[in-house]
């Protein structure tokens, strides 16, 4: 057994507990929801030919915040702080609807803490959270 396939093992065992189920797949959510944000966040502001600097002069934030919010890997940032860069960039932050097929993956076992096949659900969680390619300009 490769340990590539015992972490998935044991991911997959750890998943059968309700609260653990619902603590990895908010997590995974969250993390998956504020990379693609902050992505299209320093894709805008590099199109828009920005510097970090200058976008921070543009909301009244010390240069320091922009370097960490599209520099950091593991950024925290807050709703309000995203909203006031996106607006800088000519951009609104936005909730959408996921698909159905996507509920049925994760919102249904997040509200019922249970799902038919953890592993499945693991690995779909997990290609949420890796990053996605930049695609060159």
């Known amino acids: 057994m490769s340990k590539q396939s015992a972490f998935w093992d044991d991911l997959a065992r750890d998943l059968q507990d309700p609260q653990f189920l619902r603590e990895y797949v908010v997590e995974s959510m969250r993390i998956a ?29 010390e240069p320091a915040t922009i370097r ?13 702080t995203l909203a006031e860069v996106a607006a800088a960039l000519g951009l609104r932050i936005t909730v959408e609807p996921i698909s159905k097929a996507e509920r049925d993956q ?30 060159p300009a």
């Open 33 to 61: 929801t504020i990379d693609q944000v902050v992505n299209a966040i320093d894709d805008a502001r590099a199109a828009a030919g920005l510097s970090k600097a200058e976008l921070a002069r543009a909301i009244q934030k």
């Open 68 to 80: 960490r919010l599209l520099s950091s890997d593991n950024p925290n940032p807050t709703l309000g």
């Open 106 to 135: 994760i919102t249904e076992p997040l509200l019922q803490g249970r799902t038919a096949d953890p592993r499945k659900l693991a690995h779909h969680l997990d290609q949420l959270r890796k990053p996605k390619a930049k695609v």
